[in-house]
């Protein structure tokens, strides 16, 4: 039996990954000026993360950050603002590296394990944004910055689909519906991430990528063959059925054809 067990991070891991999530920052907010905003934007990372949403103030980011309030609500309009802003920032992150992943892809597989590595390995290296993406997603659904992530979701499906539409194979999933293929892709891997960000697994995503690639390309064959075949019994049942239409329709005009001769030669007969 395999054996369970929980890590607890070490403060030399937790510097690592902050100092990863600090080199998002500084790809996304290159310039000079923008010192302060990344400062700002790491440190209430680290509030939320340790304190929550609801429990994270502006007062406590500004605390940590050693800045002032006046400071930070120059570069964000509210708290909201400032988890829109983490938010949004690890998804452009996503993107880039999406993109190149992508821009490598040479079949339809290679698209769908594209889709993976990229995840996978953004999530194993940049844990501490990853952590916040499932806390904080939900709530700037529910803030004014709602449509802004509705738009980044909306670009993302459609570059995905493309990629994708790119290859003649993907036309043998034509039947699966376009709101699940994505859910098939990327569900197994979201899952584990999940697990292994709980710290409810040991092992680094990245070391079942390739096996998480192929169960996605796997359970896409797997549906779209079960469409084919329901397809298939669909047009058989169908033709029977136009069968015994037709053979019903002539039954049908043999047995009117006789009822009129007989009440013909009834009526012939009463004469």
Request: proline share 2%; glycine share 2%; hydrophobic share 40%.
């Amino acid at each position: 039996m395999v054996k369970s067990y929980t890590i607890v991070p070490t403060v030399g891991y937790l510097k690592f990954t902050m100092h990863m999530a600090q080199q998002l920052l500084e790809r996304l907010y290159p310039q000079r000026r923008s010192l302060l905003k990344r400062q700002i934007l790491s440190d209430a990372l680290s509030c939320f993360l340790e304190f929550g949403l609801d429990t994270t103030s502006i007062e406590m980011i500004r605390d940590k950050s050693e800045s002032s309030v006046g400071a930070i609500y120059h570069h964000f309009k509210n708290k909201e603002g400032i988890i829109a802003a983490l938010v949004f920032a690890a998804l452009d992150d996503q993107v880039d590296l999406r993109d190149r992943y992508l821009d490598e892809a040479q079949s339809l597989q290679d698209v769908i394990s594209a889709l993976i590595y990229s995840y996978v390995d953004w999530v194993s290296d940049q844990p501490q944004f990853a952590k916040f993406l499932l806390l904080a997603h939900f709530s700037v659904m529910q803030s004014e910055y709602k449509q802004a992530l509705s738009e980044k979701n909306k670009k993302r499906n459609q570059k995905i689909m493309a990629h994708v539409s790119r290859y003649s194979d993907f036309e043998s999933f034509k039947n699966i519906p376009i709101e699940l293929i994505m859910s098939l892709v990327i569900g197994a891997s979201e899952s584990y991430c999940r697990a292994w960000l709980s710290k409810k697994v040991v092992a680094d995503p990245k070391a079942y990528r390739e096996m998480l690639a192929q169960a996605a390309w796997n359970s896409l064959q797997g549906l779209s063959n079960q469409y084919k075949t329901i397809e298939k019994h669909v047009y058989v049942g169908q033709s029977n059925l136009n069968f015994l239409l037709q053979k019903l329709k002539r039954s049908i005009v043999v047995t009117v054809v006789y009822v009129v001769s007989r009440v013909g030669l009834h009526r012939i007969r009463r004469h």
